[in-house]
């Protein structure tokens, strides 16, 4: 069953009906000012950082779900009847509901009673701030006497506080409001120099800024007293709950259509500049009411609008592909690609999984997101990398996580996490391989951003990688410490305390459990750091690290190898993990996905033999679960993984992050079909039609579909912020699709169905438009190349020297 369709043309998702089995949501913002936004208009506003700059409040697992939002009530004056054009939160019975998300914004509308409204939100590119455009059509063949409620929630900033903390924050709430533009600044007095408007275009019929007097104390927002009444109160807040409420009058003509504009932003006023006159405590709007005025103009409003569809489509159009299956090319050419921005933005923060307390930017996460959207936006990439690398321990080992509005390494996580270094390699060699940019190797890097500790970037990556060397087990395999890739394979934390947290607490001293996931990592990273440093002509440099490579090689597939898999890990009494030994947990996806997406066991059939293990124990209808047979109860040296219930989350579901490392692995071996089946399975929109088993946006990836062991398999959850975005989108294009970002060029290497007859593909890269045509004249992988009508050696098409600036390149598969 479906809730919606796709307009591939217009690059939006419609959905049709309002109550979709979770909230459907789409971000706003693409800079510093972001927000969620629901199909039913649910969802919150940030300034960077969704924690300590929360704007507006948003009730996580409430009841009903999905409040807190962005709401318009619209009340027939005569009749008294009032209703939510976006269905919540009101939930009545409406016509031709519709919400389109697109590209960085949503719209949502329908007709009640003879009323159409819809209403566009976005957020314009540069600034601080989200526009409302609400358009009203009197389609009745009467006048139309009609009010129109604007209305939001304010949070006091930190998001985690104003949950917790009310002996302080009924106190502290203070609002001021001027021509109509309502402004909250709680804390303003004191050490905040921010602070957030909401302004209406019309003029003001009422207003009210106390939540305890638009709602009445015992409504909720589905039933605003001051709504009913049809009369907000002009209320000013004083503690308790700031919201932001403006009603506008229209007298609508039969057929007549209105457009109002709610702006609501953020601002910042320089320290010594926040008051006006300077000895009072009212907010100096000087710089803020010449962007407030220009936004409120229905006209700079649509030229806003224009510009961010330019973005979107400039950004979009840097990789376009046609090929025979409609679903791939939805996902890389709109859907795939857009969610690589969104992780890319909020790292983990903000979504309806995630609330915006949790968790800050993952090194490892963050690192990864680059192979998804470093061509999208290579500045933004560069400055990443740097930030992240500047929150690097001296030891070559990572923060696990840090504060993207402070950009410092997060104390109550820590590190110790032992493949997060080596994340760093992997990210700047995509960002090399993208850009050409070689300077980035020598910016000067901060180690834990102590001043006076900067190293050039490239130093951070000899420590990371030297990290690993100097952290081996008893096989000679890296240790897990905390964990590794998997989060809650915790082998070193022995913990029986309830709520301790099983990422931070280490137990042991941790110098046996070995993971051959790291192995797997450290020989990717090793060669990629190899690459790089054979181009700075670094050569017995680049040598060491290829033997060091080669040398994990050996021992992976020795001590690694479990006869038909590779092993996942060896615990904390030199027991394994993932053998065929094991009662539960026999075999694991991670390993065997990363050693083949790394090249291991390539020449001597191990690679062929574990993916065929992987097909045989792991792969289900709904894709790659991680593990076999799921662990049946808790495993206390064994931490998280079995904490959850067999069949979710890394507890044996489908890890949807890693099913594209078997999907690469697949590739290596030359298996277009098994790669590509792989890829459809867990494709959002080839799952469309299941939307009710799958319950999750179809136009996004989610983090986990639920295993063959649980009750609910086939059900995602998690969606929006997860590494499946880039690793999904790097493996369909780099590696099925074969068209590959590399130190030389741009490489050529399909690998796809056999019963592709082809498929055509622009790419702009390192400045240059490559137009490439795959022609299949045979089921292999053997690919012969012609560029600009010249047939060329190999198959990696260099960036032009003659300065041509677009390239015709024809590669026909034999
Ligand atoms: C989550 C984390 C990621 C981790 C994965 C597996 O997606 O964000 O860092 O690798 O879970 O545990
Ligand atoms: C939990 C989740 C895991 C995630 C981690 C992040 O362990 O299961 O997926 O990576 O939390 O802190």
Redesign the pocket.
């Known amino acids: 069953m479906k809730f919606g369709y796709f307009d591939d043309l217009h690059r939006e998702y419609v959905i049709t009906q309002p109550d979709t089995p979770l909230p459907w949501i789409n971000y706003l913002g693409c800079e510093a000012y972001f927000g969620i936004i629901s199909n039913t208009a649910g969802g919150y506003s940030f300034y960077r950082d969704a924690r300590l700059r929360r704007i507006t409040r948003y009730r996580y697992n409430n009841v009903p779900m999905d409040f807190g939002g962005r709401y318009i009530y619209l009340r027939d004056d005569e009749s008294k009847d009032f209703w939510s054009p976006s269905w919540q939160p009101t939930r009545n019975d409406l016509k031709d509901y519709t919400c389109r998300h697109g590209m960085g914004y949503t719209v949502i509308g329908s007709s009640y009673s003879g009323i159409e409204a819809h209403t566009r939100y976005f957020v314009p590119l540069g600034e601080n701030l989200e526009i409302w455009q609400l358009t009203v059509t009197n389609k009745r063949a009467t006048k139309a006497s009609i009010s129109a409620f604007s209305s939001i929630e304010f949070c006091l900033w930190d998001a985690q506080d104003d949950a917790t903390n009310f002996q302080r924050n009924f106190n502290t709430g203070q609002v001021e409001v001027e021509d109509g533009v309502i402004y909250h600044k709680t804390e303003y007095r004191e050490r905040r120099n921010h602070f957030a408007y909401f302004a209406s275009s019309e003029p003001d019929a009422s207003f009210d800024t106390q939540r305890d007097a638009f709602l009445g104390p015992y409504n909720g927002w589905d039933k605003p007293a001051a709504v009913v009444a049809g009369q907000l109160t002009n209320s000013i807040a004083h503690g308790w709950s700031p919201i932001g409420a403006h009603q506008v009058k229209l007298d609508l003509e039969p057929g007549e259509t209105r457009q109002i504009v709610f702006v609501l932003g953020y601002h910042e006023n320089p320290v010594d500049q926040k008051f006006d006159p300077p000895e009072s405590q009212t907010i100096n709007k000087k710089t803020v009411k010449p962007v407030i005025a220009k936004y409120l103009d229905p006209k700079q409003a649509d030229a806003a609008f224009e510009k961010l569809r330019q973005y979107w489509e400039s950004v979009l159009g840097i990789f376009q592909v046609n090929t025979p299956d409609i679903h791939t090319n939805r996902m890389v050419n709109i859907w795939n690609a857009y969610q690589c921005m969104a992780t890319f933005n909020m790292s983990?923060s903000a979504s309806f999984y995630e609330s915006g307390i949790g968790r800050g930017l993952?090194f490892?996460?963050s690192n990864q997101d680059l192979l998804g959207f470093v061509h999208m936006a290579p500045a933004r990439a560069r400055e990443r990398i740097l930030d992240l690398a500047a929150t690097q321990l001296p030891t070559g080992g990572a923060y696990h996580q840090y504060q993207p509005l402070t950009k410092r390494g997060n104390n109550d996580i820590g590190g110790g996490f032992n493949d997060d270094p080596h994340w760093l390699i992997i990210g700047v060699s995509a960002y090399l391989k993208e850009t050409g940019d070689w300077s980035i190797l020598d910016a000067p890097v901060q180690y834990d951003n102590q001043p006076g500790s900067e190293q050039p970037l490239y130093d951070h990556l000899q420590r990371s990688f030297n990290y690993t060397l100097s952290r081996l087990g008893p096989h000679g395999l890296p240790l897990i410490g905390r964990a590794d890739?998997?989060?809650?394979l915790n082998l070193n934390c022995f913990s029986d305390t309830p709520g301790q947290s099983f990422q931070t607490t280490t137990n042991k001293e941790g110098k046996v459990a070995e993971s051959v996931f790291i192995a797997g990592l450290f020989v990717l990273a090793g060669r990629e750091l190899a690459a790089i440093a054979s181009h700075r002509n670094l050569k017995d440099e680049a040598a060491k690290y290829l033997a060091e490579s080669a040398k994990m090689e050996k021992v992976t597939l020795k001590d690694g190898w479990d006869g038909e898999w590779f092993l996942r890990a060896y615990d904390d009494f030199g027991a394994k993990l993932g053998s065929k030994d094991c009662k539960e947990g026999k075999i694991f996806i991670e390993s065997n996905g990363f050693c083949t997406l790394a090249g291991i066991g390539l020449e001597d059939g191990k690679a062929a033999s574990a993916l065929a293990a992987v097909n045989q124990r792991l792969a289900t209808k709904h894709g790659i679960v991680v593990q076999q047979p799921a662990y049946s109860r808790y495993y206390y040296e064994w931490g998280e993984i079995s904490s959850y219930p067999p069949g979710y989350k890394?507890n044996a579901g489908v890890?949807c992050?890693v099913n594209p490392w078997v999907m690469i692995g697949e590739t290596r071996l030359g298996h277009g079909d098994q790669a590509f089946d792989y890829y459809s399975r867990i494709n959002p929109s080839a799952r469309e039609e299941i939307s009710d088993l799958h319950r999750c946006e179809p136009y996004v990836y989610a983090?986990m579909i639920a295993g063959k062991d649980a009750p609910s398999f086939g059900e995602a959850k998690n969606s929006w912020l997860?590494?499946t975005a880039a690793w999904n989108y790097y493996a369909i294009v780099q590696w099925i699709l074969g068209i590959r970002t590399s130190l030389e060029g741009l490489e050529i290497a399909p690998v796809i169905p056999t019963n592709w007859p082809g498929f055509t593909a622009t790419r702009t890269f390192r400045g240059v438009v490559y137009k490439i045509s795959i022609e299949r004249k045979g089921s292999g992988n053997q690919i012969a190349l012609t560029v600009d009508g010249s047939p060329i050696k190999g198959n990696i098409v260099p960036v032009p020297s003659d300065g041509r600036k677009t390239v015709t390149v024809k590669g026909i598969l034999s």
Not at 485 to 488: F, V
């Open positions: 983990r993952g490892r996460d890739w998997n989060d809650c890394e890890f992050h983090q997860t590494g």
